[in-house]
């Protein structure tokens, strides 16, 4: 390995056949940069869905109406199911002892909202206290919604970043007035939210000055709620689908909805999506391992060809060495090394190249689904053991070939 | 120093079968200087490529400096012939990549040698084919006569017992030859058994022996008087 004089041949060789070598290596090398760009996608899809994951309180069960698809009692489908405060109040006495996190929802798309002369339309949600839990958002200035403000209807509002950013260009918010739909809102928080600009494009006030706002009586557009938390995931799985499926059938009775009308009460529970995400997040790891690892068979079995027709034209010189002496795994070691040699340069070329891209590039990636490209060092040490047995593997066949090469038939070998 | 008793070999190509060697019988003793003649097919060249252990007979022994060479693997036949002989080619078959003193010091880099020392005893070698001054040349820098002195060196370097040449004029002009036997000659006056191939009249004559082979038998065997090159390339 740190002979010189293998060293001085391996050289020699190469030097002899630069295209052929470059070429080798191209196949080697693009193999390497497709495998780490592949696996930097992978990893970029998980950071996205992660993303997605870190908008809401992991484990939120949300609750919606829609309207009814099933005739029951004598009712026709198509009727629009609304909750309001009792549905609420049902749940939240139901299950006190379950409940960590909850909150009625009433919001609206689309609101007007103004600050001297910017102006906006942004999603309101009269929510309580809890919400921004829910919500997994952070208090970048000020308070959120409080008690008191749901007791005393206060006309009191928090607004997303995106929001301040758009109405008060940097300035001081607090305690200003923003007119929502024609009625001014004391501003007194500002949130951020990692879900980014999507979830910041909202203004949150008290559930019950939404509704009384609104006209809108005691109605709810959705609940939000949380568990206790759990020991271990099977079990908080278990209990928030238990208490899921027991809510649905609960409000299904109470609104005389058909137990199997799967579209008037929808439940959207968090956790059992987190499942389903892992597991879509593996399938993609694992596929793209299995396309990018064929792609580097694809180089091995260039490398062993060219190592091949290496063996081939240096047939006589090989007789030679036999002739005046060398020991069949001497020439064993001369083409494996040749071949470990050209695949590792080549195969760290393409490493640092991919890595360069990652690096240029990778931090512009900001999708839904791709964010932030990236492979870590595991990844890389990875790849790097893959090359040095890769090579190993291109060359064995061709070595020992050449180790089998007949001395006197290599002589004759014009 | 040789010895072969009742030699055969035949080679098998498709459902044909090529007797080439019919019994061959054959002693060459140290510091002897034999040339093996015969037109082509007569099976000179499969004799010498057996003696080399390049090729194994199907039949009969064959002793080398004591030593019985039969069955031997791959890595042990290697080994015999670098530390018993020492080859030289009709087409020189220098590696053409390495310099003339890398492509001397090749034998001794297969026996283990450190590199120090087999710098110095290749330049020896080099010295010795007056060749010193080209050691850093390649191959192709150089003239045939040349090469097949390098070549030569390189069969001197890992001090073998036989030297067995296969047609080592065949490529050159009569005056190269004549150097080329005349340096032979003198590395045979210190003692080293040697063995040509060769279907030259003028070059077997250069030999202290004859052995002459037809159809796969020796037909004739005789001791020559030695016409030395030197002279004979002034003439």
């Known amino acids: 390995m740190f002979n010189i004089e293998r060293w001085q041949e391996i050289f020699e060789a ?74 609420y109040e049902m749940a939240v006495n139901k299950n006190s002892d379950k409940l960590e996190l909850k909150s009625g929802v009433y919001s609206r798309w689309g609101q007007l909202t103004s600050y001297k002369k910017e102006s906006g339309s942004y999603r309101v949600e009269g929510v309580r206290g809890d919400y921004q839990f829910l919500e997994n958002e952070t208090l970048v200035i000020g308070r959120y919604i409080n008690e008191n403000d749901l007791n005393s209807f206060e006309k ?88 899921s ?41 694992w596929f793209f391992w299995g396309v990018g690892i064929c792609t580097i068979i694809a180089g091995i079995v260039g490398v062993s060809n060219i190592m091949l027709i290496i063996v081939k034209e240096r047939t006589k010189e090989i007789g030679v060495r036999k002739a005046i002496g060398a020991q069949p795994w001497s020439i064993i070691g001369m083409i494996l090394h040749e071949s470990i040699f050209v695949t590792a340069i080549a195969g760290f070329v393409g490493l640092i190249f991919s890595l360069l891209l990652l690096q240029l590039v990778g931090p512009f990636i900001e999708t839904d689904y791709i964010r932030n490209p990236s492979v870590d060092f595991s990844v890389a040490i990875t790849t790097v053991i893959i090359l040095v047995v890769a090579g190993a593997v291109a060359g064995f066949f061709p070595a020992y070939r050449a180790a089998n090469i007949k001395p006197i038939e290599a002589l004759r070998d014009e | 120093m040789i010895e072969i008793k009742n030699l055969h070999k035949s080679y098998h190509m498709g459902a044909n079968s090529l007797h080439v060697l019919k019994g061959i019988n054959f002693k060459v003793s140290e510091g002897e200087m034999v040339s093996i003649m015969g037109s082509s097919g007569s099976g000179k060249s499969t004799l010498l490529n057996i003696l080399g252990i390049l090729d194994e007979a199907d039949e009969g022994t064959y002793n080398l400096d004591g030593t019985l060479i039969k069955n031997l693997n791959e890595k042990v036949a290697a080994r015999y012939r670098n530390k018993f002989l020492g080859f030289i080619f009709q087409s020189f078959n220098l590696i053409n990549y390495k310099s003339a003193l890398e492509n001397v010091a090749m034998p001794l880099y297969y026996q283990g040698v450190k590199r120090n020392i087999r710098v110095e005893k290749a330049m020896h070698y080099l010295e010795k084919v007056g060749l010193a001054d080209w050691a850093s040349h390649l191959p192709n820098e150089l003239s045939g006569g040349q090469k097949q002195r390098v070549a030569i060196a390189r069969a001197l370097a890992s001090d073998p017992k036989v030297l067995l040449a296969d047609e080592p004029t065949g490529a050159l002009d009569t005056k190269t030859s004549y150097e080329v036997m005349e340096l032979i000659q003198g590395i045979n006056d210190e003692g080293k058994t040697i063995l040509i191939v060769t279907h030259e009249d003028d070059i077997a004559h250069m030999t202290k022996r004859i052995v002459n082979l037809k159809d796969g038998i020796i037909i004739d065997d005789s001791v020559v008087t030695q016409v030395r090159a030197k002279r004979e390339a002034y003439v």
């Not at chain 1, 592949?38 to 069960?61: H, P, V, W, Y």
């Not at chain 1, 649905?248 to 389903?276: W, Y």
């Open chain 1, 14 to 87: 190469i030097r002899k056949n630069k295209l052929r070598t470059f070429l080798t290596g191209l196949s080697v090398a693009s193999g390497i940069f497709i495998l780490v760009i592949l696996l930097a996608i992978g990893q970029g899809m998980s950071n996205g869905i992660a993303k997605e994951f870190e908008n809401d309180a992991t484990n939120r069960i949300s609750v919606w109406t829609n309207v009814t698809s099933v005739e029951y009692k004598g009712l026709n489908p198509g009727r629009i199911i609304e909750m309001d405060n009792r549905d």
């Open chain 1, 156 to 243: 009191n509002a928090v607004i997303g970043n995106q929001v301040y950013l758009d109405l008060f260009k940097g300035k001081d918010a607090i305690g200003e007035y923003v007119e929502i739909a024609g009625i001014k809102f004391k501003v007194v928080g500002v949130y951020t939210d990692p879900g980014g600009e999507r979830e910041e494009t909202r203004i949150f006030i008290p559930l019950t000055t939404a509704q009384r706002v609104y006209n809108a009586g005691d109605k709810l557009r959705s609940l939000a709620f949380t568990l206790e938390k759990h020991d271990n995931y099977e079990g908080a799985l278990a209990a928030s689908e238990a208490f």
């Open chain 1, 245 to 285: 499926a027991e809510l649905t059938a609960d409000l299904k009775a109470k609104h005389t909805i058909a137990p199997a009308d799967e579209r008037a009460v929808n439940v959207n529970n968090t956790l059992e999506n987190t499942k389903r995400f892992y597991d879509l997040n593996n399938m993609i790891r």
